[in-house]
């Protein structure tokens, strides 16, 4: 009987662990590569689908024209580096509506559901300039 409960315990105790492990490593290469100078500028990405194969592609395309998306909240908003040049020739193309480099309104993709505003709260919140 101890020994189950020990076991649960365990089992807990790794699940933390495994939790607290996966958000470290999500979350700590992103902020320390915004502040990493040899990098493009970070840039918040809206998509403007709803389709999440569009949405690959439109990462895809980013990333294969020198851009890196680091992180997602489908199927809006996308977050990672890409050089000002770059996003300006990135606009119009699958499905990409702007690029910002800057605070983003949360009202501007209100209407793509409560999944894009988190996106665009974590930009402004973790990566946006000015927001240390």
């Known amino acids: 009987m101890g020994e189950i409960i020990l076991g649960n315990k365990m089992k807990k105790i790794w699940k933390y662990i495994s939790i607290g492990l996966i958000i470290c490593g999500f979350t700590l290469p992103l902020k320390v590569r915004a502040n990493d100078e040899k990098h493009t500028p970070n840039a918040c990405i809206i998509i403007s689908t709803e389709d999440l194969d569009m949405m690959k592609k439109a990462v895809e395309y980013v ?70």
């Open 63 to 132: 990333n294969q024209q020198g851009g890196e998306v680091v992180h997602i909240f489908p199927t809006h908003v996308a977050i990672g580096y890409v050089s000002k040049e770059l996003g300006l020739s990135l606009i119009g193309k699958y499905t990409i509506e702007n690029v910002y480099y800057q605070y983003v309104d949360p009202n501007l993709v209100k209407r793509y559901g409560e999944q894009a505003v988190s996106g665009v709260n974590s930009w402004n919140a973790n990566f946006a300039p000015g927001t240390d």
